[in-house]
């Protein structure tokens, strides 16, 4: 992970200046599109000031405690992190200043909604969120007028010490005014969804596990591997973790339950914390890395390493990891699986970047989508074969 910050001038609107058009070397991005880390899909965190855009990118990227972001000073400029965290995980975010206006030159909403994967827009519970709304309704108008492909994801965010009640009719009502202000701007179909966040529990991880999700083209791919996994495993629910971060990149089809979510996030944060106390390894997570707890309601958690990045956490009944041996043979197919899909995803990251490639080799990835492993029913086949 890289952290890189663009200086603003003293006048922050200087005539030449637009945001975002410049990296810190002063290269004209726009001329090094095909720079790698500028194709990477970009979620843009905006809102009014102090509605708490910095502290979730800390918090969720940075592993700053939640307590600390009382310290965190106003954005002045625009802040890009560079999220490399896999092949999967892999996006720049973009932390605007609150006080910045997202429509007006000299802001480049062009250059700026153009690469844009998703915009976050963090509106705070905790105050009057109606001057909030009028700002994202003009940055939705604006943002789709240039992409009309970006996801809009709502934050209500700083819901922590609110009632179940006050946080359901907030969600309400912010969904219902946003939903009725931009159909009279004639966007009804546009990609809009709503997540209750605070950095203080993990809804803030579950949200921008969702946020993520939608920008990995391979999602389906891997839910399909989880569906076929599972229940030839003897296994409730499994998610896919990223490490690093603790965001789930897939999970299988049954519904999440923020408890066991919390409960698999609390077991990476153990076995990542007990892992550098006893490894003299740089990084302590590796391909030996498992870990088993016992809950004591007869259910266990299994946590096995994919790769370096991704780890595979499960919720099973105890009676059913009786079957251990099946569960690990099942769980190696699953992870060949899951490099096939990497390889697929690399081939196609350098096809991109080099549209020039020669039409046999653009036919080898096409045999490997249609015939490889990755196939559901070979897959389904694979993993019955376990004894
Ligand atoms: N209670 C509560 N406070 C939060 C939460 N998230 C952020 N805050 C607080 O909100 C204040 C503002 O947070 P920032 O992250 O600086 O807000 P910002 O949107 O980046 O602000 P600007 O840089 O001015 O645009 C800080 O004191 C945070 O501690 C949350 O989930 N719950």
Redesign the pocket.
Known sequence: MSYEHEDYPEDPFPKDFGYGAYDQDGLDLEANASNNSETKPRILLM?L????????QKVVFHKMSPNE??F?E??SKIVKDDINNSSFVQFQIW?F??QIDFIKPPFDSDMIFRGCGALVF?IDAKDDYIEALRKFKDTVIEAYKVNPHIKFEVFI??V??ISDDSKMESQRDIHQRSSDDLSEAGLDQIHLSFHL????DHSIFEAFSKVVQKLIPQLPTLENLLNIFIPNSGIEKAFLFDVVSKIYIATDSSPVDMQIYELCCDMIDMVIDLSSIYSSEETAFDSGSSSLIKLNNNTILYMREVNKFLALVCILREENFNRQGVIDYNFICFRDAISEVFELRLKRQKQLQNPDQDDDELADDRGLTMGGRLNHDNDAAAVSRAP
């Not at 000031?49 to 979730?56: D, E, H, L, T």
């Not at 966040?197 to 203080?200: A, E, H, L, P, R």
Request: proline residues 4%; glycine residues 16%.
């Open positions: 809102g000031r102090r509605s708490g855009k910095s502290s979730i972001t009382v965190l106003s954005t932390d200043p609150g963090v965010h700083k922590d010490g966040t605070s950095i203080y």
